[in-house]
């Protein structure tokens, strides 16, 4: 998750119902492209400036696009916490998903009183089993706690994300059962480590860790957000699909970073942001301007004038 802000690993394409009816229209380059039913874009790096803003620009591009009856879906490695910064911009549902696909809330309420509609934890067993892998693998790894109300870190923990821990505690004791917080979910780990080239360590820490939880990416510094097995935005968004009756055909998608390939993968257009990780660029299957060029409300004007 990236430093005051909050990624996950490869998994196949979830599947979604197939539409009744899909109405297509031809995109960029005479590419036949179906008419899109919901937007999904994550946050930092994408749809927020650099400054953690919503410009003027984008505001009125999200409600276009629910005006249009295009749902939008905040997608992000960020906890419900940190959700204020677009939560006078949800419309419609007023549903993210957070932590990665861990947990789908519900915004209406506004700040500090967001509700749980979805919860997808991360076993503590699987978590102890991961800090352990990771341990061996990555010595010097330090790791954090992320639960449904709670976060927790091990006493040499960086100050990443500008808020006071609830405990410092090594992280075994953390998952253990009778730890602080026990009676709640835990939504991902966050591992650390300080001297480690990021997308080494992500490469490392999914080898070392395999199939007992899901691993990704999305600080420029070598931090890692573990999240329970096949949890991902991917994941959780197909979901969230399902339930509406929409398919990946039907989705735009945006991002920036390793945690949103799954994501773009999926969709069924994507676009990786000017600022992107490379890995982002090769999954995605178009490309916008950076973020701090309103690179999503550049592509959802487009979209909406296609319509017309």
């Not at 009744?20 to 229209?25: F, R």
């Not at 005479?30 to 790096?45: K, M, N, S, Y």
């Not at 945006?254 to 890995?279: C, I, K, R």
Request: glycine share 8%; net charge negative.
């Amino acid at each position: 998750m990236r430093e005051n802000a909050p990624v996950t690993s490869a998994t196949r394409r979830p599947q979604t119902p197939a539409s009744p009816e899909l109405s297509t229209a031809l995109g960029q380059g005479g590419t036949p492209t179906v008419r899109p039913r919901l937007i999904a874009t994550d946050l930092d790096g994408t749809l927020l400036r650099d400054d953690k803003s919503v410009s003027p620009r984008t505001v009125a591009a999200l409600a276009a696009a629910e005006e249009a009856g295009i749902e939008v879906f905040f997608v992000t490695g960020r906890p419900a916490r940190w959700m204020d910064v677009v939560s006078d911009h949800v419309h419609g549902h007023g549903l993210a998903i957070c932590g990665n696909g861990a947990a789908v809330v519900d915004l209406h309420g506004g700040p500090g009183t967001h509700r749980f509609v979805k919860v997808r934890e991360l076993a503590r067993e699987n978590a102890l089993d991961a800090v352990r892998l990771l341990r061996d693998a990555a010595p010097g790894t330090v790791y954090a706690v992320e639960q449904t109300y709670g976060f927790y870190q091990e006493p040499d923990y960086p100050k990443l994300h500008m808020e006071i821990p609830d405990e410092l505690a090594p992280a075994e004791d953390l998952l253990a059962p009778d730890a602080p917080g026990a009676g709640e979910p835990v939504l991902k780990i966050l591992a650390y480590h300080p001297t480690l080239n990021p997308d080494a360590f992500l490469t490392l820490a999914r080898l070392a860790i395999g199939d007992r939880a899901n691993v990704t990416r999305s600080s420029p510094s070598a931090l890692l957000e573990i999240s329970g097995p096949g949890v991902s935005k991917a994941s959780t968004l197909a979901l969230c699909c399902a339930e509406r009756g929409i398919s990946h055909e039907e989705v735009v998608a945006f991002g920036d970073m390793p945690n949103d390939v799954e994501m773009l993968t999926w969709a069924g257009q994507s676009y990786a942001m000017g600022n992107a990780h490379p890995d982002v660029i090769a999954a995605a299957s178009g490309r916008t301007v950076a973020n701090n060029e309103d690179g999503v409300a550049v592509v959802i004007e487009q979209l909406l004038a296609e319509r017309h």
